[in-house]
């Protein structure tokens, strides 16, 4: 069973900066690719940035430059930094994991709130 924790979510204001935690249970968290996720009231969940290899990541449009994902094999955790955050930015943040070579993220995390007051 795998378990995925965030953590770091918040209440900030505009051009804040926030860095949210996801700490996986699996084993062999090096072979999965790390995905962060949001959802706002009333949207549907999209995706925001993903790590594949310690070289390799994407993000969305709407994040790119602001948003960095990283990961600590050791501490079997994901980042995601979030600078010059906007209040469209607010929404619920889930991490998910999936195996390498996998379409879909069948492990997601129970999610972390973001605020951003203008």
């Known amino acids: 069973q795998v378990q995925l924790v965030e953590s770091g979510g918040g209440w900030v204001q505009a051009g804040d900066s926030l860095r949210l935690s996801c700490v996986a249970s699996m084993r062999t968290f090096s072979l999965y690719v790390m995905g962060w996720f949001r959802q706002a009231p009333g949207k549907e969940r999209e995706f925001v940035a993903a790590?594949?290899?310690?070289?390799?990541?994407a993000y969305a449009d709407s994040v790119k430059g602001r948003f960095t994902i990283s990961r600590d094999n050791a501490k079997n955790t994901v980042y995601l930094q979030m600078n010059s955050l906007k209040p469209e930015d607010t929404a619920t943040y889930y991490c998910?994991?999936?195996?390498?070579?996998?379409?879909?993220?069948?492990?997601w995390g129970q999610g972390t709130q973001v605020t951003v007051s203008s």
């Open positions: 998910a994991a999936k195996p390498r070579g996998d379409a879909t993220y069948p492990h």
């Open positions: 790590q594949y290899t310690a070289s390799s990541t």
